[in-house]
């Protein structure tokens, strides 16, 4: 097996950031957001077939999971409108041949769901908390390969709707 062959950017640990303040240690589980198409259907006069349509995107959210109840993450939870919460989820890829790369996530949004799970004796519980996201951004070794917010998504660093934002005049 050649070295171009070998597995690479394996995730082989992470941690996550939560208003400025290091998880390491504290963190079970992170969902990234989920950057999804809207799709529509449409079948016009002529065509033979539908085919489906993008309208924008869909809204955006990340979850983490902690086994400890954390004071720090309760008291972001219900912040006043408009307050957003700075988020970065930190990643360790690494090829078989041992290069390691960073990956980094950077979120801003509000927590919007603290779940504590059930206590139980002698069990971990799982407190699950989601995020509502309104901005992400994903780099890989310093490398943009995803920005959004609600009003554009570059990809590989270039704007996706710059021609339709020129077409509003902005």
């Not at 041949?97 to 996530?105: E, F, L, P, R, Y």
């Amino acid at each position: 097996m050649t070295e171009s062959n070998k597995p690479r950017l394996i995730m082989r640990d992470c941690t996550l950031w939560a208003d400025r303040e290091s998880k390491l240690g504290q963190i079970g589980d992170i969902t990234l957001p989920v950057v999804q198409k809207k799709l529509e259907e449409i079948r016009n006069g002529g065509m033979i077939k539908p085919r489906d349509i993008t309208l924008g995107y869909e809204k955006l959210g990340f979850s983490f999971k902690m086994p400890g109840l954390d004071p720090q993450i309760v008291k972001l939870f219900g912040l006043r409108p408009g307050v957003e919460t700075p988020f970065i989820i930190t990643g360790a890829l690494v090829d078989e041949d041992g290069t390691v790369h960073s990956a980094v996530a950077t979120v801003r949004g509000s927590i919007n769901q603290l779940d504590h799970g059930n206590w139980k004796p002698g069990e971990l519980p799982e407190n699950d908390n989601t995020v509502s996201v309104n901005y992400y951004k994903l780099e890989i070794d310093g490398e943009e390969l995803i920005e959004m917010d609600d009003f554009d998504i570059k990809i590989g660093g270039v704007s996706q709707y710059q021609g339709i934002r020129n077409a509003l005049l902005l």
